[in-house]
């Protein structure tokens, strides 16, 4: 369920009627703007007019403006990249949509891991923005903070950053000023000189004053605007000025203090009373006001503050929701503490329930904490969980649980398990097992005393609490646990309990593909996939194709895996654009098939798909699957250098999500490596890993124990010393045990491979032939191909041999093997291109020079400088290039002209 | 800003005594939304906040509302032996 987008929050404001305009201050501002900055900083204290003076220069910066008013909801990540996508779709009406599903999958990636792709359409727009952080100080989680250094530090040209703030955030500040990177506008700058101040006064707020007057204000308030706002509003249709300034200057009060006093005396008792019981709202609307105060006409009473100069601010255009200036509410607060501190809490209670039925659950949460009624709040967080768990926004709701007191937590089952859930997704083992333990407690003894207000939840409780048992065993690494409770949770799960289902079967599969028993998880997700084309959930269904096909191949079963993806592939295709979540992998994991019956065409064909498929929308950890893909490929085309730089890329993108790393990129590189006779350099990997032969094999080390084999019977063959052979022989007699017990054939054949490939280096070519025979039978039914050929010379030789006996019934698969293992392995010069047009319009020579330059670690505006060209004309080239390669971004330009030979 | 004797007060989990100097004569209605400093007016124009401080985290916090109000900083740091204290409300 998507979170609700608080449409005020995006609201540009527009540049007020009666304004001082600021020329000096614009001219700076546009002169930033024109220069190439990426930054606009404006940090200075409260009241200095920031948010003005920034709506009124990009009302006429001449640009589109994203705008986004921070809050404190906006310290947690998922929330704000959901925000800043909602303030980009403001002014490009598409972007960012795989963005924002992403980041509500029921399985979301670590929502830092958008940013690059979010980026990357950044640079599709077709013309230059401006995008604002208002409030930035209320923002201080570390994660969302890394999140804003990375989006500055790799913000596309098209993309001017504003941020303003009371405080400097937390940006390399001193490298951006020495580099000319930003404009800065402080305090000092901010300030009113006597002439703006003289304006304000007489001009805009009508009052004649003589330059005396004027004079004393600025230098009492020095330059402060908010300071001399208020004192405009004091002396307006007052008789005596000079007798206010005089006060006023002579006075060492605390300016905001004394002056809010003087504006509140001013109001008749209705509108006093209103702006001090309508102070606690971030928001105010007519119809909120109204409930809080319990009076009618909150409506016309805003519009009146509004006419008034009463530091309202309109957050719409249909003038619905205001609000105070922060300084004013800060201090109208002080004062309702004073005056009625009883009727606080009746106020947020009142603002707590008007929000729970106009179902803003977030604020009616915030109001009923406020009010310190946290019976109600309890029960609100309690009916909450389940939406923002989907919306990956379980640390805002473990803030508002952790704000309740304990003892209502604990009679509460629901809200423990929820806890229990938020705890368990941010690492918090140990806490959450007690939490769970809580909730379990009321299961087996309920009493009167149990509070349940989400029944729809409790009914699947027993299911639930197996299921984040499951996950905790999991996270600890103790599988078999996990498998036990996720079977438990199963039983358990109501029958039409859709979502505790999906997550207990996704539960157990994990569990039993981390545990290697390959059978058994092949059994639960084809069951679950069976389930889901009855029910229809056809994107769950696509989403976890590939985790199906991987277990096929695990198996040994290709022809299955095959069909699967085929099969998704229709379902997928069927279901128009945009393309679902995971269709990028259905292409990429086919590709890798082609690629093991040895069919290398139609295998890039099949990478190539995938990776424009994927460039549109995608699971975030897809990027890492497919340069292993694509290093495969490279790998079957005889470019192992390509295939290793493939792999540092893998390396750079890699994103840990919940699968078991079941072929980690080091050991990919490390079998690269001996192909490449770099012996030394795999040796190191393996001490590195501290892989020994005799260690425990536990599946998810498989691929590592194997490549050790490998290692190790590379190192018997060039030093002839029998004792490392001895050791692969050892390692590889257990590996084979292990993967027969868990059913997976493909091991197997690799396994039984490198025996016969120990033995050919011991010259004992008697034990040789039968394991190779085995292997052979096992891989025939499936057309496996590269398997063999992937083991080189070594491998054709004793196939030869094995193939002596013509009339061994699999002599013709011996033969189609024979075949690949001579067939030109040079790459390919001419990529397959998938275009419109199958002919790419050649680059010019100009843009081959960008190109190249692209190529290097120079910044945008470093490359137009070594060009000499502005940084206008640098976009036109890039812009001309990404067209002609068909791609969207600076890397993919790079890997394509790479692909292409352009270099 | 940590001096010595802040950390050895740290570890034995005393609070430790905090003034918060601030440009301008402050209202006592602010003693509640300073979380029950004291509140005292000097020469110059002046109020010093002073109180104990339970750890660093609530001095940002103090910190952060003065900021919010706008206020201008002159001075924070421990507190001088025989300042006016908030009276201990347990």
Known sequence: MPTAILATKLYVPPPRANLVLRPRLIERLNGGLSSGCKLTLISAPAGFGKTTLVSEWVAGCGRPVAWLSLDEGDNDLACFLTYLVAALQTIAANIGAGVLRTLQSPQPPAPVSVLPILLNEITTLPEDSVLVFDDYHVIDAKPVENALAFLLEHLPPQMHLVIATREDPDLPLARLRARSQMTELRATDLRF???????????????????????????????????????????????????????????????LDYLVEEVLQRQPEHVRNFLLQTAILDRLSGPLCDAVTAQDGSREMLETLERGNLFLIPLDDQRQW????????????????????????????????????????????????????????????????????????SSTWLGWVKALPDGLIRIRPVLSLGYAWALLDGGELEASEARLHDAECWLDTPTDKMVVVDKEQFRSLPASIATARAFRSLALGNVPSAVEYAQQALELTPEDDQATHIQATSLLVLALYASGDMEAAERSLADFHTNLRKTGDILTLIGTTFLLADIRVALGRLHEAESSYQHSIRLATGLGEPMPLGTADLYRGLGELYLE????????????????????????????????????????????????????????????????????????????????????????????????????????????????????????????????????????????????????????????????L?????????????????????????????IFVDEGEAMRLLIEEQSRDRGHPLSAYADKLLAAFTQPVAAPRTPIIHHDSDMIEPLSERELEVLKLLRTELSGPEIAQQLIVSLHTLRTHTNNIFKKLGVNNRRAAVRRAEELALF | MK????????????????????????????????????????????????????????????????????????????????????????
């Not at chain 1, 893909?629 to 250098?641: F, H, V, Y």
């Not at chain 2, 950390?7 to 905090?18: G, K, V």
Request: include cysteine; hydrophobic fraction near 40%.
């Open chain 1, 193 to 255: 000189t006597r002439a703006e101040a003289a304006e304000f006064l007489n001009r805009m707020m009508g009052l004649n004053l003589g330059d005396a007057d004027i004079a004393a204000l600025e230098a009492r308030t020095e330059g402060w605007i908010a300071g001399l706002q208020l004192a405009a509003l004091s002396m307006q249709g007052r008789s005596d000025t000079a007798g206010f300034i005089r006060s006023f200057t002579g006075s060492h009060h605390f300016i």
């Open chain 1, 322 to 393: 205001y609000r105070y200036h922060h300084l004013f509410a800060e201090v109208l607060q002080a004062h309702l503490l004073e005056a009625q501190p009883d009727r606080v809490s009746t106020l947020h209670r009142r603002a707590s329930e008007w929000y729970e039925q106009s179902r803003l659950p977030p604020d009616a949460i915030r109001h009923a904490l406020a009010a310190e009624d946290f019976e109600r709040a309890a029960g609100l967080i309690e009916l909450a969980w389940s939406a923002m768990a989907l919306s990956y926004q």
């Open chain 2, 3 to 90: 001096s010595d004797k802040q950390t050895y007060d740290e570890r034995h989990n005393q609070p430790q005594r905090y003034e918060i100097r601030i440009k301008g004569h402050l209202d006592d209605r602010w003693a509640d939304w300073f979380e029950g400093l004291a509140i005292t007016l000097e020469e110059g124009g002046y109020t010093l906040l002073t109180g104990p401080v339970t750890d660093q985290a609530a001095l940002h916090r103090l910190l952060r509302k003065a900021r919010d109000l706008g206020m201008v900083l002159v001075s924070v740091g421990p507190a001088r032996p025989g300042q006016a204290d908030a009276p201990d409300v347990e």
């Open chain 1, 597 to 756: 019956r040895g069919d290398l065409e139609a295998a890039a064909q099949h990478l190539q798909t995938s990776q424009t498929v994927g460039e549109q929308t995608t699971l975030t950890d897809w990027p890492h699957r497919l340069c292993v893909s694509q290093a495969r490929l490279k790998e079957a085309q005889g470019d192992l250098d390509g295939a290793l730089a493939l792999l540092d890329e893998a390396e750079r993108v890699h994103i840990r999500g919940p699968l078991p790393e079941v072929r980690p990129v080091p050991a990919l590189k490390a079998r690269v490596w001996l192909k490449q006779g770099r012996l030394a350099e795999a040796q190191r990997w393996a001490r590195e890993q501290g892989l020994s032969a005799d260690a425990d094999i536990r599946y998810t080390r498989e691929f590592e124990h194997i490549t050790l084999a490998r290692v190790l019977i590379a190192a018997g063959r060039s030093d002839r010393e029998a004792g490392s052979l001895d050791e692969a022989t050892r390692l590889l007699g257990r590996l084979l045990q292990a993967a027969e017990t868990g059913g997976r054939m493909g091991s197997a054949i690799q396994i039984l491979l490198l025996q016969a």
């Open chain 1, 758 to 786: 120990a033995c050919q280096a011991q010259n004992d070519l008697s034990n040789a032939l039968p394991p190779l025979e085995r292997a052979l039978a096992l891989a025939e039914p499936e057309g496996s191909v590269r």
